[in-house]
């Protein structure tokens, strides 16, 4: 088994990772049960008789007191080969977590506990018997979140910056308001450019009268 190379978003992330399933692996073991095997150790889990579901293999004990859990059965139905076009061809390890504390489901594939590194395999499984098995896969790593504290506050990069210029707006400022208020105080004063107007001497406009003009009578011949 090893990751997928499906372009896929979050092939690893902080709990989860997602597979290729094992198709055209155990084509001769029509009858069997494939089981996935997920150990934070291979060299401890050698022993493929502890069965699924059973306490020796719960996922809800891993990794305190279980070396490796077991989960995602399927029968080979599952994992046509070849691949029909169209199929969805990969399985994500960790997805489910309601079950994730539910001890009547030791064969929850829950959330994995911290970032590994795992390794897996598939095994089959004909009844209680293994019949057959893949090797064990690279080592994978899952993703780490930042701790809070590590993550860079927002302008942070910028604050000698931002000082400098908060510290000029304001000298800026108080001169501006230095100069308003001595403007006010010395236009308050006799001395402001004031001037005196003096009132227009009023101008006397004579009435005539018009002389009526009579006509004169016309002279006799």
């Known amino acids: 088994p090893a990751l997928t190379r499906e372009q896929l978003e979050g092939v690893t992330t902080a709990s989860t990772f997602v597979l290729d399933q094992p198709r055209c692996t155990f084509k001769d073991y029509g009858n069997a049960v494939i089981w996935l095997v997920v150990a934070l150790d291979k060299d401890i889990f050698n022993n493929n008789s502890a069965g699924p579901g059973t306490p020796e293999t719960a996922f809800q004990s891993f990794p305190e007191s279980v070396s490796a859990y077991m989960t995602l059965n399927a029968t080979l139905d599952s994992y046509p080969c070849p691949k029909p076009a169209g199929d969805i061809t990969v399985l994500r390890v960790g997805s489910e977590t309601s079950c994730a504390k539910d001890a009547s489901r030791p064969t929850c594939n829950g959330p994995l506990p911290g970032p ?100 004169q009578p016309a002279a006799r011949l």
């Open 116 to 215: 590994g590194p795992y390794w897996v395999k598939f095994l089959a499984l004909e009844g209680s018997v293994p019949v057959a098995e893949t090797a064990w896969s690279k080592p994978i790593t899952l993703r780490t979140a930042k701790s809070p504290s590590s993550i860079p506050t927002a302008g942070s990069g910028h604050s000698a910056g931002m000082i400098a210029i908060t510290a000029i707006l304001s000298i800026l400022l108080a001169i501006l308001l230095a100069a308003l208020v001595a403007m006010l105080v010395f236009c308050g004063s006799d001395s402001c450019g004031s001037s005196t107007f003096s009132k227009p001497e009023s101008v006397t406009v004579r009435r005539y009268n018009t002389h009526h003009v009579y006509d």
